[in-house]
Every structure is written in C-alpha cells, then in structure tokens.
C-alpha cells in the first residue's frame, strides 16, 4: 500500500511538473516602434537576443497597398514586364495591404507556422481579423534556427486606425503583441 502511494504521488508531481505553464512574455512599458517597419509597434519584448537566447523570435510586418503597387511598378520597369504580366500581378495585390509574419524557432519541425494563430482587435475589441497560419516548415537560418515566413492579405478597414494584433504560438504557449497603424 506504501508502495502505490509513493508511485501515485510520483506521477501526480511529474504531471503537474510538465503541465508547467510557459512563462508570460515581458512587456514593453511603451509600445516600441519595430525597426523593420514604421507602421508596426511592439507590446512583448520580441528582439534578435531573445531569438538567441530561447528561440522563439515572431516578427510582424505590414505592407500597405499604396507601399505594394510602388514595389510593383518598381519591379515593372527594372524587369521590364509585358503588360499582361504586369496586370495579373497588379490583379493579386491585397487591396488592404498584406501581413509579413515570420518566425524564428529552435528545430525544424518547431517553426511550422501552423502553430501560429493572428488576432486583429480595434481599441473597442472588435475583432476584425482571425486567421490560423498554413503548414509548412522552416528553412535553416542560423545556428540552430529555422525560419518560417508567410505573408497574408489583410482586412480592409472603413477608416484608418490602429489595431491590436495578438499572434498565439501553441507550441510555445506564448502571445505576440503589437499595435498595428493601418492606413
């Protein structure tokens, strides 16, 4: 009887040791503007040393549609496209712009983007936008971290205003944050 109650308290001390709960992100005190991008502000602490330290790096980046259709008459005349060429390009941008969500992960199988989950809320709390990424694998970066990338086209708004974006990361039981100045 000793004994069962020894192995059953074993098991209860390793169940609840590895339903131990990641812990919450740091917080900025003020959102800081993201370096690659002036219209995303980040809320978690999400830089290049956190990648380094536990891998878990999520990084968030908008394209307006007036920033894409300049990319695009760029890429027409240095590559000097047909015009039907040029049209079914034109004919696929996002007319809301487009999301640029890429994660840092430590393993292969780890930086598969569908463990991402996107949330877009205004300041009232109305979401706007939901999306569960698709599957796919990361690439070797560096070290010992794969990256994956998607880009997504987003919701358009009736006026601009800034959202709050939460990315969940099942794996890691982790939210992103950041503050989105849609336009």
């Not at 390793?14 to 992100?25: I, K, N, Y």
């Not at 290049?48 to 695009?72: G, N």
């Amino acid at each position: 009887m000793k004994h069962i109650f020894l192995l059953l308290s074993l098991f209860t001390s390793l169940a609840a040791s590895a339903q131990m709960v990641t812990p919450e992100r740091k917080r900025y005190m003020r959102p800081k503007k993201d370096e690659e991008c002036a219209l995303v502000f980040n809320v978690t602490k999400n830089t290049d040393e956190d990648s380094q330290k536990d891998a878990s790096m999520t990084r968030v980046v908008y394209r307006p549609y007036a920033e894409l259709l300049t990319a695009l008459d760029a890429m027409r005349e240095m590559n000097r496209w047909a015009d039907s060429t040029y049209q079914s390009r034109f004919k696929n941008l996002a007319p809301a712009g487009e999301l640029q969500v890429t994660m840092y992960r430590r393993g292969a199988q780890n930086a598969d983007p569908s463990a991402l989950s996107l949330s877009a809320k205004t300041k009232e709390g109305k979401e706007v936008f939901a999306q569960t990424l698709t599957a796919g694998s990361g690439r070797f970066w560096n070290q010992d971290q794969y990256k994956s990338e998607r880009t997504i086209p987003f919701v358009k708004m009736e006026m601009p205003q800034p959202l709050t974006l939460i990315i969940t990361d099942a794996k890691l039981k982790q939210d992103f944050e950041y503050i989105i100045n849609v336009q």
